[in-house]
Structures are given as C-alpha cells and as structure tokens.
C-alpha cells in the first residue's frame, strides 16, 4: 500500500481578505546571501482558498498546496493561528 506525502504547509499573514472565498498570506522567510553572508528577508504572496470566509486581514494562519483551484490559486487555508484581535 503507498502512502501520499505530506502536502507543504506555510504560515503568513492574511494580506486581504476582500474577495468571497479566498485570502491572500504574506509568507516571509530569511534567506542568505551567498556572497555577503548576510540573511535577507524575502517574502510571497499566496492566494489561498477560506471556504468559510473566516480568516480576516492580520490573522495569523496556516495554508496547504493543493490542486489548481483558479488561475492564480493552489493553496487552501488549513487553520487559523492567531486572530488579528489577539496580539
């Protein structure tokens, strides 16, 4: 029996949370510079799928790599971290 591999999983920032059913996670991550050594933060914006509709802008949240749901989206939102409200 196969098993299927983990799908990679990411934690951002919820960017917009405008349109109906989707969100958009500001992923940062620190990167070093080959030649000056020197860490340089570098961050992606993802367009993720919120079926509920219940993560809003500055929510900490987790999304997965899934299939082609759109032209611009293949990440769905697995859950939400830290509400905006909290911090």
Known sequence: MKTRAQKKRVE?????????KTISVVVERLVKH???QKYIRRRSV??????????????RVQIAATRPLSKTKNWRLVRVVEKASER
């Open 34 to 36: 080959r030649a000056y």
């Open 12 to 20: 951002g920032v919820v960017k917009s949370a405008a349109m109906d």
């Open 46 to 59: 993802f367009k993720a799928h919120d079926e509920r509709n219940e993560a809003k802008p500055g929510d």
